[in-house]
Every structure is written in structure tokens, then in C-alpha cells.
């Protein structure tokens, strides 16, 4: 069984410009989660889907940033425009639905290293 | 806000000896999980541990839960040079893992 799947691995973008990382989640998983890391600190949640639908994005920093899951499959987070601090790793969960017992193993891709120069 | 603290920063051992480390958190849990992300690669899920239960093994890890300290403890045995990684714990709040920022573990052959 695939695991969760994020593209790129790395991305090197200047203060300014636009990027997308993309992720999709294990096959049936309701439940698409975005988290990010940032220089050595803690992992900070971003926001939750299920399904299509945003439950929670209550972790997005600010209104650059645009997450989005069409169809409810795979997702995309869109960092527009970039700054200095957005730089980091930011990981993708997903898991079953099932309530919360259902919820609590996330199963996490590889992330995706933003450097914003 | 932190949930998860990990004590310590940073853990550099030989091959085949033990490595302790600690986690803290704020809040009333109903479970703490363990994770491990090796360089380059993604979080992994290594145990979960209820609130009600105190102590749980799986292969060479054994973790321990103090709820009334608000602490618990990740042991791994006989330590590899796989093992190099660094370790989170994380607490679930409804759908929401809060991570601490990690001990980063060093296994020398």
C-alpha cells in the first residue's frame, strides 16, 4: 500500500514568488492534515480536512497561505506570496475516519523543504 | 502553544547502549504518542500510549506514562545506528497531534 506522497522534496523559491506543495494521502483516508516545522523548532499544525471540506484551519499563519483538496483526494497548499519566515518543512498526515479513535494514528509523507531566500 | 517538551535536545551515544529521553506537556491527555523522523524522510508513528495505561513496550522501545507529573519517557534498548533520528512526542487533541520540538539522538558505531 502506498504511503502518503509529497511533491516537491525541495523547493528553493525567493522572497516574493509563489509556490505549491502538493500531497496525497494514503487511498481512502477522509482525514488530510498539514503541519510545518520550522528552523528546528516545534511541529505546529496547520489545518484539517475531511474529505473536501476545511474543519479546521485555525493553525494556518496568515492569509498567504491556501490549502485546498479538491474532490477530496489529493491536496494542495499554496504559499503566495513567500517570505523569509515561511521557510521551513511542512509535512502531510492523513488518516481513516472512524471518530477519534479512527483519528489517532496520522500517517505522515516525507514533507516538503521550503527554502524561501 | 507547546504541548510536548523533549528532554534533551540533543543525545549522542554508542551502538548498542540505551537512550532516555523525556517529554513534557500542559494539558489532560486521553493519549501520547511517540514519532521518529530519520533525515530526509517523514514522520513515523513508533507507540501510542493511553492515559490509563502507565507503562508500554514495543520491540526495543519502551515508553512510560506519569499523567499526575504530566510526563512521559521514551527508552530505547540496545541502541543501532539506524536509530539516529530525532524523536517527538506529541499529544492528540480531538484530530490535532501538538508537537514538542524533538531530541535529536546520535547513535556512533
Known amino acids: 500500500e502506498a504511503g502518503v506522497t509529497q511533491f516537491p522534496s525541495h523547493s528553493v523559491i525567493e522572497k516574493g514568488q509563489t509556490v505549491t506543495l502538493r500531497c496525497d494521502p494514503i487511498?481512502?483516508?477522509?482525514?488530510l492534515y498539514w503541519y510545518r516545522r520550522v528552523m528546528g523548532k516545534e511541529i505546529k499544525f496547520l489545518l484539517h480536512f475531511v474529505k473536501e471540506s476545511k474543519q479546521d484551519e485555525s493553525g494556518m499563519p496568515n492569509n498567504r497561505f491556501l490549502a485546498e483538496r479538491t474532490g477530496g483526494t489529493y491536496s494542495t497548499l499554496k504559499v503566495q506570496p513567500a517570505e523569509l519566515e515561511d521557510s521551513g518543512v511542512y509535512f502531510c498526515?492523513?488518516?481513516?475516519?472512524?471518530?477519534?479513535?479512527?483519528?489517532?494514528?496520522?500517517?505522515f509523507g516525507p514533507g516538503t523543504r521550503l527554502t524561501v531566500l | 502553544s507547546q504541548q510536548g517538551e523533549e528532554d534533551p535536545q540533543a543525545l549522542s551515544i554508542q551502538e548498542g547502549e540505551n537512550a532516555t529521553m523525556n517529554c513534557s506537556y500542559k494539558t489532560s491527555i486521553n493519549n501520547l504518542q511517540w514519532y521518529r523522523q530519520n533525515s530526509g524522510r517523514g514522520l513515523v508513528h513508533l507507540i501510542l500510549i493511553r492515559s490509563n495505561e502507565r507503562e508500554k513496550h514495543s520491540g526495543r522501545l519502551r515508553v512510560t506514562l506519569d499523567t499526575s507529573k504530566k510526563s512521559s519517557s521514551l527508552l530505547i534498548t540496545a541502541s543501532r545506528a539506524a536509530d539516529t533520528a530525532s524523536y517527538f512526542c506529541a499529544t492528540l487533541n480531538d484530530y490535532k497531534l501538538s508537537f514538542g520540538a524533538g531530541t535529536t539522538v546520535t547513535v556512533r558505531a
Open positions: 487511498s481512502g483516508h477522509d482525514n
Open positions: 498526515a492523513s488518516s481513516p475516519a472512524g471518530g477519534a479513535l479512527g483519528r489517532s494514528e496520522q500517517f
